[in-house]
């Protein structure tokens, strides 16, 4: 007798799916819902595995992370507010690593944040503990850096001080602090990155096991690949590549879409008699894209910086400085004839946008470039969305552009967003109500490692809105545990197109599911975090099991 390859029992299920919001009882064969509950009455399975009656919901999905840089960052000097509180601290971790450090070789740090440290570290001090090793340490944001002098004599600057975008390389009474942002940030970056292969593949192996571990089925890397000078905020130019490889070698099981950054991408030359310019990438590219483990998402564009490193486009400046409404990394009329080359190649765009300045230039682009290739369903992506009033949200779900604001940066940033943004426009911080309550999909995501990875942090923040000081931003973008529990499963395979084989628990669909200790309805709000994840199953397979 025919028999499928596992039932799953003894579930408590929220499946995602209206049709059949709850099931006890999953069939799965060839790694694909086939059945539930009644449905498997009489079916034989090759393994049975009971799940004792815990909470399950379809597998947590990560639309936008860093997942080579998270597996850089867990090779790295750890240096985040939760592990790092003074700047003596962070200079004797520092030191400790230039010490154990062999040869000359770069020196890397990662997550320290100015505002809990009191200051940005300062490079006479860095030079003095770096034992002739480049250092380079970044900012919890990932748009800035700080560095000491010999990394910028590696990266071909022996007079820093001369570099006259002043904007992007701090100076203060004619000198350079070692403080770099944006685009001087990932070209620095991208000179620190030039490692060996295994060493690449072994810090993909770590975050896809460090991910696994907290629920993560699916993921989208935020920015793949950098261009063949390695300028770009990926890790190589042979980025998608690395991770064809590392699944070859089974060190990744989570089921990843590439967001290729768009310095990777490049003039192709004539396609057609009628396309005399064509532009797309290669980034190492080759056959192994079957399986549905691994694909090619949108082109990701930076328009501007990141709150905290006060680099952020805003109408309005920041508090306490004047003359400082943030970066803008492209000219608007510039911008817009890229992305609506993006659009004309077929492409879906995903805009980093963060102020509300840049958040209308990126729409004003998606307007024109609608408008000159009419395409249907493209859902291009606003990374970030980082604040809005009610007129741009409603423009946003009128373009049909698909907002993702993190709800992780709610508790381990929103202290810095009150400092900078002051009250009222904190309140409009990363909005998710606004959307949700208008009828729109947001996904759900991270930006890990600028903030933490586990789903339930960011879910909890969703929920309560609430900084580690206690402000509220905004009641009204609260949202319920349904509705960021959608978010980060049904949610973010809408945004990924992926809706009709993830998202839900339902028959046809990819058999990944996250099963935890405790069903988040059941919690109080601000206790979501400390949910465990007792499995995750991808394909149907146990790929994780918490001891």
């Known amino acids: 007798m025919f028999a499928i390859d596992t039932i799953f029992e ?10 059949h919001p709850t099931a006890t009882t999953i069939g799965v064969h060839h790694g694909r819902i086939v059945a539930l509950d009644e449905e498997l009455d009489g079916v034989e399975a090759k393994e049975h595995i009971d799940l004792q009656g815990r909470y399950v919901c379809p597998g947590f999905n990560d639309v936008h992370l860093h997942f080579s840089l998270l597996g850089a960052n867990l090779n790295q000097v750890d240096l985040r507010k939760q ?13 400790s690593a230039c010490e154990s450090a062999p040869g000359e070789g770069w020196v890397l740090g990662w997550g320290f944040d100015q505002f809990s440290l009191g200051a940005f570290p300062d490079i006479e001090r860095l030079d003095s503990i770096s034992h002739g090793h480049p250092l380079l340490i970044l900012h919890l944001s990932n748009h800035a850096a700080v560095v000491n002098t010999e990394a910028f004599r590696r990266a071909g600057f022996e007079r820093p001080e001369e570099i006259e975008d ?3 390389v701090i100076q203060e009474h004619g000198k350079v602090t070692g403080l770099v942002k944006d685009k001087f940030c990932f070209m620095l970056t991208g000179v620190a990155n030039r490692v060996p292969e295994e060493t690449l593949l072994h810090q993909l192996r770590l975050a896809g096991e460090h991910t696994l571990a907290l629920g993560i089925t699916s993921f989208t890397d935020g920015g793949t ?3 063949h000078n390695w300028e770009g905020i990926g890790q190589t130019p042979d980025d998608i590549g690395l991770f064809q490889s590392a699944y070859d070698r089974g060190l990744i099981h989570q089921r990843g879409t590439m967001m290729p950054y768009y310095s990777a991408l490049h003039d192709l030359g004539q396609l057609t008699g009628d396309i005399t310019e064509g532009f797309g990438l290669d980034l190492g590219i080759r056959s192994g894209f079957e399986g549905g483990l691994l694909d090619i998402g949108p082109a990701k564009v930076i328009l501007d910086g990141a709150f905290n490193s006060l680099s952020a486009l805003l109408s309005e400046p920041y508090l306490g400085h004047p003359e400082n409404h943030g970066v803008l990394s492209w000219d608007p009329e510039e911008f817009k004839h890229h992305v609506a080359t993006l659009q ?3 492409w879906r765009v995903a805009v980093h946008a963060i102020g509300d300045r840049a958040i209308n230039i990126a729409l004003d682009a998606f307007e024109y ?6 395409r249907k369903d493209a859902r291009h992506r606003l990374e970030h969305c980082g604040i ?11 373009d049909g552009i698909i907002p993702n604001p993190q709800g992780s940066f709610i508790k381990n940033n929103g202290d810095a967003y009150v400092e900078l943004l002051g009250e009222e426009r904190a309140r409009r911080a990363y909005r998710m109500g606004a959307f949700v309550n208008r009828g729109a999909l947001i996904p759900g995501s991270t930006d890990a490692p600028c903030a933490p990875v586990d789903p339930l942090t960011s879910i909890e923040g969703m929920v309560t809105r609430l900084t580690a000081k206690g402000f509220l931003l905004g009641e009204q973008e609260r949202l319920s545990v349904d509705d960021a529990l959608k978010a980060y499963t049904y949610g973010s395979a809408y945004a990924s197109h992926k809706e009709d084989v993830l998202g839900s628990v339902s028959p046809g669909k990819f058999a990944d599911f996250a099963v935890l200790d405790e069903d988040p309805h059941r919690v109080e709000p601000g206790a979501l975090h ?18």
């Open 388 to 398: 809005a009033d009610d007129a741009t949200v409603e423009r946003i779900i009128a």
């Open 530 to 547: 400390e949910i465990a994840v007792m499995q995750t199953i991808i394909g149907g397979v146990v790929r994780y099991t918490r001891s």
């Open 344 to 346: 004309r190649e077929g």
């Open 166 to 168: 002043t904007d992007l």
């Open 369 to 374: 470039a609608q408008a000159k290739y009419p």
């Open 10 to 19: 003894n579930a408590c299920v929220q499946t995602m799916d209206p049709a």
């Open 83 to 95: 592990t790092t509180g003074t700047l003596d601290e962070l200079y004797r971790k520092v030191e």
């Open 225 to 227: 690949g950098t261009d």
